[in-house]
Nanobody, 119 residues
């Protein structure tokens, strides 16, 4: 059993910053990647950023240079530092953990946290 606990969502002004945090707890085996997805109203859920076990990061083109994903492998946490926020960043953000080995994989999701960028 794995639980992802998110924090840090809220309301921020355009150009402002916000930091999301996610902690995985429970039965933790191999975490291949941790990161964040988001879904805006009327939009498909999309990858925002993630970081692999080896430290490789992936970002949506729309957030490159503004968002930074980081991970503490020892603590099984992942953060998303969001800078220069834009109204179009408004969405529900979901923590995601990809767990598995060579021949198996499981995905875990947080409950979602609302990020609203508005003046």
């Amino acid at each position: 059993q794995v639980q992802l606990v998110e924090s840090g969502g809220g309301l921020v002004q355009p150009g402002g910053s916000l930091k999301l945090s996610c902690a995985a707890s429970g039965t933790i085996y191999i975490i291949n990647a941790m990161g964040w997805y988001r879904q805006a109203p009327g939009k498909q859920r999309e990858l925002v950023a993630n970081i692999t076990n080896g430290g490789s990061t992936n970002y949506a083109d729309s957030v490159k240079g503004r968002f930074t994903v980081s991970r503490d492998n020892a603590k099984n946490t992942v953060d998303l530092q969001m800078n220069s926020l834009k109204p179009e960043d408004t969405a529900v953000y979901y923590c995601h953990v990809a767990m598995g080995g060579r021949f198996w994989a499981r995905d875990y999701w947080g409950q979602g946290t609302q990020v609203t960028v508005s003046s």
